[in-house]
């Protein structure tokens, strides 16, 4: 059956206070249907500054010309002036809102001003830490701003060799930067800048207590900047003790995903295989990201499809990094065009021609379904999100 974006999915949605179950948090089905809203390209959104308005060096605004930056997005247009202010940061951003060079720019320039400038930044995964130090890299062409990467699951030796080294940034999760800094091989209190991403993420994967006992190791006079999309209560009680007279800075969308076609697909269990197979031979979806809930789904999937004949790979964090690492850049290299993961891929993944989204099992919670669609729709360009429901 072909999916018609105008009738609404592809079956009826016969009863529209359908649950999901499994005995996890129920979401309603009709929160996965919406239309994708007319949406202003980032281009067009008014904002006060150019790149060269900020006093950035010249090799450096030159590698952002270079990378195609025509003009700052609205959270880059506000953070990096009060970062260069040397303000502490509050930042409350939707992903795909251009937050990662909001700090990486002033960063850089800080380290380029100042070469004996030591940042830490932590992220609350793998995969999001590796794209922050990919960011990084992609505007210090030519300069001599070294970064280094500090994960669990890559080689120990390698990551305490570079560190030692001395680089003046290092990206890291908080579990394998706590590990560092008990061998000694990290020196918090010699840490300038502090920068935490996704807190509200990194909370919900019980990390509160690794970062509260490595900001306590760091000199009370850091700048310290604190990006999260939510500010719950949690968030919250961090707020006063982690960040010194903050700017707060928040730039959320309305409508989250506003710029993703979002859909069911009712099948049962047990058909949702061949219905997959279906779907992703039809010509427009060029480039999959399928979401299972667990290391098994995905990898039985992910054995299915390429069985089939379709390029396709599973990622979880049950593989060793290095493996996790070259199936990214297979996926964003189009060396494959489908991939499968748990959630994972939900946050970090920055992908931009990614078509499609399907998520083969339900989500845990709205919050996570809103990251998982979030990997399509990138920049000025729209997505699609199908949901498979019974």
Same mark, same amino acid.
Do not use: C
């Given at each position: ?14 009863? =529209? ?20 809203? &007319? ?18 060096? $010249? &090799? ?11 003009? =700052? ?30 700090? $990486?720019? =002033?960063?850089?320039?800080? %380290? ?141 969308? =309305? ?11 009712? %099948?049962?269990?047990?058909?949702? %295989? ?82 499609? %989204? ?33």
């Amino acid at each position: 059956m072909q999916y018609n974006r105008h009738s609404g999915g592809y079956r009826q949605n016969r009863n =529209p206070n359908r649950f999901r179950s499994f005995g996890r948090k129920r979401i309603d089905s009709r929160l996965y249907i919406k239309r994708a809203d &007319e949406f202003t390209k980032i281009e067009d959104i008014e904002t006060k500054n150019s790149f060269t308005d900020f006093g950035l060096n $010249a &090799e450096l605004t030159k590698n952002i010309k270079l990378k195609g930056y025509v003009k =700052p997005t609205q959270i880059q247009d506000q953070v990096i002036p009060q970062i260069i202010k040397g303000r502490d940061i509050l930042g409350i951003a939707d992903t795909g809102t251009g937050k990662t060079a909001a700090f $990486a720019l =002033p960063l850089i320039e800080k %380290v380029l001003k100042n070469p004996n400038e030591r940042i830490l930044i932590m992220a609350p995964t793998r995969e999001l830490a590796m794209q922050i130090k990919q960011e990084f890299r992609s505007f210090t062409w030519g300069l001599r701003v070294y970064i280094t990467l500090a994960i669990g699951g890559s080689y120990l030796g390698e990551q305490i060799k570079e560190i030692r080294r001395g680089p003046h940034i290092i990206v890291g999760t908080p579990g394998r930067i706590k590990d560092l800094g008990k061998r000694r091989v990290l020196d918090f209190s010699k840490i300038d800048t502090l920068v935490l991403d996704e807190v509200d993420r990194m909370l919900d994967m019980g990390f509160i207590g690794d970062i509260k006992s490595i900001v306590d190791q760091t000199p009370k006079s850091r700048q310290t900047l604190f990006f999260s999309a939510t500010v719950d209560s949690k968030v919250e009680r961090l707020i006063d003790t982690f960040l010194n007279n903050p700017v707060k800075i928040s730039i959320k969308s =309305p409508n989250p995903s506003s710029h993703v076609e979002q859909n069911i697909v009712r %099948v049962g269990r047990n058909m949702r %295989v061949e219905k997959l197979k279906e779907l992703v031979s039809e010509a427009d979806f060029k480039k999959v990201l399928i979401f299972g809930s667990t290391q098994i789904t995905v990898e039985r999937l992910a054995t299915t499809l390429i069985q089939t004949g379709f390029r396709a790979e599973g990622l979880h964090g049950g593989k060793r990094q290095n493996v996790r690492q070259k199936i990214v850049k297979s996926f964003k290299e189009n060396q494959i065009n489908i991939l499968v993961a748990t959630d994972v891929a939900a946050r970090g993944l920055d992908i931009s021609d990614i078509t499609h %989204v399907i998520n083969f099992d339900e989500p845990n919670n709205y919050q996570d379904y809103i990251h998982r669609i979030g990997r399509t729709g990138r920049g000025d360009s729209k997505g699609y999100a199908l949901t498979f429901v019974e």
